[in-house]
């Protein structure tokens, strides 16, 4: 369809780029999942699914309540949708045979780049445009010219942090397992498998802890 | 909703460029300065990182003898330092492997 508009993949036989297949893998698994789960759901006999799930969306909440304030809970949506599809992104990789798709760098950006939409669009939605881009003044006016380049950059380095560190984390952990693949085919690979769970796990945590920080700074109300 | 979803989808394609891609060259004497440069940067990159790594853990566990019931929040904040303090070695491993190919 897209031959309409003059545009072809680079290698015929492949068309769709590793990653973008894993994406779609993890989508369809996050999809599956829940409708598992919302098929399993009952009030007064809880099985298995709906306890894990019930301790990962308290897990949420209560984070996001302790970062943003009493309103945290409005904007669980987002961080479970970000933290369920990093987490399970991320252990993807593990599994023989598939990449994971937050090893390529696209994927993380992805991900930054919209949770920085969205806390500005919170932002926005919070204080009007007007009140939350007064916020990069800072505390007095008179500091205005030094405080909004400083913000900016803040600001700036905030989609860029999180891509890096997501996507190196990810990226690095694989390239040393394939190392110590190379050298000792065995049991070492086994610890640094073990080591990139672990960090994976952790990564996604981290991601959505901190989109939840910067919500909580783009919609906090000074008392 | 709608509208919502259109200011969402118009600020990603906003952002969206295009990656540009340098030229490697040889140099003459075959004294490659980038992987010196590289392999130095690395190690003092880590190196900090390690000793920083080693205060914050040193200072949490300190906090967590002297007042176990604040283990929880404590923990919190060891594990947020951290992250932030090994993100800035994987910056310089990452502007690393972009110039070492």
Known sequence: MLGLFNVHAANAARPWANFVTMQIVVALILVVLFAVLRSRLSPDRPGKAQHIFELIYNFLRGTSEEQIGHHGSRYVAFFGTIFLFILFANLLGIIPGFESPTMFPYVPAGCALAAFAYYNVMGVKEHGVGKYLAHFVGPMPLLAPLMIPIELISHMARPLSLTIRLFANMYAGEQVTLVFLGLVPLVVPVAFMGLHVFVSILQAYIFTLLTMIYVGAAVAHEH | ?101
């Open chain 2, 1 to 101: 909703m709608s509208t919502k979803l259109t200011l969402l989808m118009l600020v990603l394609f906003v952002f969206a460029s295009p990656i540009f891609a340098q030229a490697q060259t040889t140099p003459a004497n075959n004294l490659h300065w980038v992987a010196v440069t590289a392999g130095f940067s690395m190690a003092i990159a880590s190196g900090l990182c390690g000793l920083a790594q080693a205060r914050a853990v040193a200072a949490a566990a300190e906090g967590m003898a002297r007042n176990p019931s604040a283990s929880a929040a404590i923990r919190f904040a060891l594990l947020l330092g951290l992250v932030l303090i090994e993100s800035l070695v994987l910056y310089t491993l990452v502007s690393m492997l972009l110039k070492v190919v």
